[in-house]
């Protein structure tokens, strides 16, 4: 038996990787933009400002288009020019939001080739909305975390984000994350009668040799790339994948729809060659879309078009909502920072709600290689002071990226533009924010400023950052798993209700979205589909 896989990002590769330890022959098609190779990957971050030809280009772009950050003013989070790459569009795939700020990949590794490790697993009861028990998606994180190493600890935060088998030990914590979680440790009745728990962050990295990979040497290179692959992207899945018998990697070509029969079967993959010689259709019985919500998406609907004329709208698009809230650690104004660390959070942070599926998560990472920071822009002073003032408290700035949940909901939708004629036709995206959201942020950061102060934090006034819908890309629920048999609804175990021989394996399937990354789910789903 054999499958057709669209995409190459985290739950492709592992969908990918399952199937072929089950003995099947897999087809990844995939549009698969390349970066650009690491440079001097043995030096550390400091060391490629002395021995670059010429840093200024690699770090900050030729025009210095990596100062611009993405999103808008106010955004804290930016990418180095090495990363544009990811986010690159394609000819052909044209998205027209409303509500919404849409980041889509067509990288080989899709969006997770820029993002920061964190691997958080559900909870019992943030799984509770799924249609299959929790313990079915149990064994395949622990396969997930074998095959990537994730680091962390069995800590406070552990009823929240459930420990699984394989857990590596953490990396050295920087100083500055140091001393915040001893202040917790030491004020920790204090911290949690704020329902709030701190601990150590999981992440996807190795802390020593493994598998072929290295582990962390704390160049302090992440944000550019880990150019040791001890930070784990799904290129580095990828690249094991293409040594094995069974497996072949068709890039070049964008998966446009599926070819079904008059029984609504999937009979092949058509794809648009990007060397512009047209058309190929991939003969296929069996097809795993795994390109990302709204790729996946609009390849089903493009396929429902031709082959019933009709263009439905798709509820239930769902995104967390985040907002970055900037703070100043007292304890260590005028300390050198320490550029040989992991760059991204090393605490998370989890605010309790009596209902358990509501839980807030927050991701705390503390400033380090940036030479300068978007905190600076927000300083009352002119540039020249402003900058003397970031040097001596750029040790003790940090950053709280905190996430919420969303639910389905009718007024956030996909579908294909009803206008457009016989070609392809523009996705539509909409999304409209929940009722009384904005009473629960500012709910929820007062909480989160109260639990700064207990850290010995200060948290600046009107600096936290309300994050377009979209920033955050963990985008869910266009067709999601059900018990029930309703039209374009999957079965628990991701195959279409809709379409024979197709399966969904991205997060198009998630019926729920709670306020983690859901990358990690989104791998250990698709391995158990895979199985299945």
């Excluded at 002071?385 to 040790?395: D, E, G, I, M, W």
Aim: glycine residues 10%; contains cysteine; proline residues 8%.
């Amino acid at each position: 038996m054999s499958w057709v896989v669209v995409g190459s990002g985290a739950s492709a590769v592992h969908f990918a990787q399952t199937a072929l330890e089950r003995g099947e022959r897999v087809v990844l098609v995939d549009v698969g933009r390349e970066g650009p190779a690491p440079v001097r990957p043995e030096d550390g971050f400091e060391d490629l400002k002395r021995n670059l030809e010429d840093p200024v280009a690699h770090l900050l772009g030729e025009r210095f288009e990596a100062v611009t950050y993405p999103g808008g003013d106010g955004e804290y989070y930016g990418f180095p020019p090495n990363k544009a790459f990811v986010f690159e569009g394609v000819d052909g795939f044209d998205v027209r939001p409303n509500g919404f700020a849409p980041l889509l990949s067509f990288a080989r590794g899709g969006l997770a080739e820029a993002w920061t490790g964190g691997s958080f697993p559900f909870s019992r009861a943030e799984l509770g909305g799924f249609p299959f028990a929790p313990d079915d998606l149990a064994a395949h994180y622990d396969l997930v975390a074998a095959r990537i190493g994730i680091t962390g600890e069995d800590d406070d935060l552990a009823p929240h984000v459930p420990v699984h088998a394989g857990l590596l030990p953490p990396l050295p914590l920087d100083e500055h994350s140091r001393r915040l979680l001893e202040r917790y440790r030491s004020h920790r009745d204090r911290v949690r009668a704020l329902g709030a728990a701190l601990g150590r962050s999981r992440v996807a990295v190795l802390p020593e040799d493994r598998n072929g990979r290295s582990g962390c040497r704390l160049l302090g290179r992440c944000l550019l790339g880990c150019p040791i692959d001890s930070l784990w992207t799904p290129s580095v899945t990828l690249r094991e994948l293409q040594g094995r018998p069974g497996f072949e990697y068709r890039p070049g070509r964008r998966v446009t729809r599926l070819d079904v029969d008059s029984a609504r079967r999937v009979t092949g993959v058509v794809a648009a060659k990007l060397d512009g010689s047209g058309e190929e259709t991939i003969p296929a019985e069996r097809v795993a879309l795994a390109a990302g919500t709204l790729a996946s998406t609009k390849i089903f609907l493009e396929t429902w078009r031709r082959a019933t004329g009709e263009k439905p709208r798709l509820p239930g698009l769902m995104d967390n909502r985040q907002v970055l809230m900037p703070f100043l650690n007292w304890s260590m104004i005028g300390e050198r920072h320490d550029p040989r660390t992991y760059q991204y959070h090393q605490i998370a942070l989890a605010l309790a709600e009596d209902d358990p599926t509501q839980t807030i998560h927050g991701l705390v990472t503390t400033l380090k290689t940036a030479s300068v920071h978007p905190v600076v822009q927000g300083v009352p002073l002119d540039v020249r002071t402003a900058l003397r003032v970031f040097r001596s408290v750029h040790a003790a700035l940090g950053l709280v990226n905190v996430n919420f949940p969303d639910t389905r909901r009718d007024d956030c939708w996909v579908g294909l533009d009803p206008a457009a004629g016989d070609g392809e036709s523009p996705l539509l995206v909409r999304y409209a924010p929940p009722a009384g959201e904005a009473a629960r942020i500012r709910s929820v950061t007062s909480r989160v400023c109260r639990v700064l102060r207990e850290l010995g934090c200060f948290v600046p006034p009107r600096m936290s950052h309300v994050r377009p819908m979209g920033a955050s890309v963990h985008y869910a629920g266009t067709i999601p798993m059900t018990r029930e048999e309703r039209p374009f609804t999957a079965t628990p175990g991701g195959a279409s209700r809709d379409v024979a021989g197709l399966w969904f394996a991205d997060g198009a399937t998630f019926p729920v979205l709670p306020a983690k990354n859901l990358t990690f789910t989104l791998m250990a789903n698709a391995s158990r589909i895979a199985a299945a």
